[in-house]
Every structure is written in C-alpha cells, then in structure tokens.
C-alpha cells in the first residue's frame, strides 16, 4: 500500500521543508558565523512567505488546497530563479548588483560613533561563495531545494486533479 499524498501532507511537508531550510541557514548564519549577503537576505524571502502559505494550505479543503499548492509552486519557482541568479553571480556568469556588499553603517550618532562601527563591519561580498559541497555553494542548494518543493507543489496538485478526474469517470461506469 502507497501512502497517499494528498494536499494536506504535501503542503505540511513542504512547510516543513522550507523551516527545516531557514533554520540551516541560521544555522549557519548564528551557529558557525557566515554573515549573509543581500542576495543571501533576499533568497529567504520566498521561505518566509512559503511557510505561512503551505501552513494555511494544508488547512484549506482540498479543492482550495490545490489552489494553496500551485501558488506555492510559483513561490518556490521564484526561489529557486533567485538562488540560481546568485550562483551565477559567485560564477562570474553575469553581474550582481552594484550594491551587495551588506553590513554598511547605521550612520546615527557622532563621527567617533561612525568610526566604530566602520572598524567592526564586515564586508561581505555576494561574488564570493563563503562555503561549498558538493561544487555547490548555498545559493546552488538553495536553487535545488526551492526546485524540488516546487515541484512537489506542483505534483501534489496535479495528483489531485487527476484522482479527482479517475473517481468521476469510473462513477459513470458503473
């Protein structure tokens, strides 16, 4: 017998995925030290927005849950768009924005504040990949695990367009 993938388990599945994540990456952000670079910051956006969704998805009848999963599939294509983009950046494929440098000063205060904070920022660039497995920097894995749940979106909700299809024409059958 084949576990049944039904919007429900598909959408909290793919919320837990997606915090599973985010939670790496602060991981790796508090946990081991790697300061994030705006595109690093950017790519989090999807998650953000995909856990609530899948979350609230997984609460919706089923009908309205296919709905949940094709929009969350669209969130995830736009995941996987930007963490592609900033792995062609690392690569050298094409050019980054002019303004990924992240951590710049607040600029509240006096100058000898300014000049404090100048001593302590640390510069991070979004060309350079600060870790890699496999060949693949984060943004790489990102782009792979922001693919792979939007296609389980994507699966799910055509699973059930399908099974919904199969039960109505053999119904007529009989």
Not at 57 to 75: D, K, N
Not at 113 to 127: A, E, K, R, Y
């Amino acid at each position: 017998m084949r576990p049944k993938l039904g919007t429900r388990q598909a959408a909290l599945a793919i919320a837990a995925a997606a915090a599973a994540t985010i939670g790496g990456a602060y991981v790796f952000q508090y946990g081991w030290g790697y300061v994030p670079c705006k595109l690093c910051l950017e790519q989090r956006i999807p998650y953000y927005v995909g856990i609530p969704l899948a979350l609230a998805t997984a609460a919706l009848p089923p009908r309205w849950g296919r709905l949940g999963l094709w929009c969350l599939c669209l969130v995830f294509l736009v995941g996987a768009g930007l963490g592609v983009y900033h792995a062609g950046v690392e690569w050298g494929v094409w050019l980054g924005p002019s303004d990924c440098g992240g951590g710049a000063p607040t600029g509240t205060g006096n100058a000898a504040d300014l000049l404090n904070q100048l001593q302590t920022i640390h510069i991070v660039s979004c060309t350079a990949a600060a870790w890699r497995f496999l060949g693949l920097s984060l943004a790489g894995w990102n782009a792979l695990i922001s693919l792979g749940l939007a296609s389980l979106a994507a699966f799910a909700a055509l699973k059930g367009r399908f099974r919904r299809g199969r039960q109505g024409s053999s119904s007529l059958s009989q």
